[in-house]
């Protein structure tokens, strides 16, 4: 795992369930709606509770790991 990979993390809430924009807001984006498309999508594993989803926080770590950049041996 790269060092901003573990900074993202590092930024979520500690706790275990969290709220889309707990996820953005560690990623630093503006608004929800990446995290949301990729809930609907099937890329992170969500809950829906009173209209509302809820990702736990092992989902929301698995989720940030998988978007991981690692650049090809070829570009570096």
């Known amino acids: 795992m790269n060092a901003t990979t573990q900074a993202i993390i ?3 809430p500690k706790k275990p369930l969290l709220m889309p924009s707990e996820i953005s807001d560690a990623y630093g984006l503006k608004t929800s709606d990446k995290v949301l498309s990729d809930i609907k999508t099937g890329r992170l594993a969500a809950n ?3 209209g509302k989803y809820i990702v736990s926080r092992e989902a929301a770590e698995d989720y ?3 978007n991981e950049y690692i650049p090809d041996e070829g570009t570096l």
Do not use: D, F, Y
Request: no cysteine; glycine share 12%; hydrophobic share 35%.
């Open 64 to 66: 940030i790991e998988s």
């Open 10 to 12: 590092n930024r979520l």
């Open 48 to 50: 829906k509770v009173g």
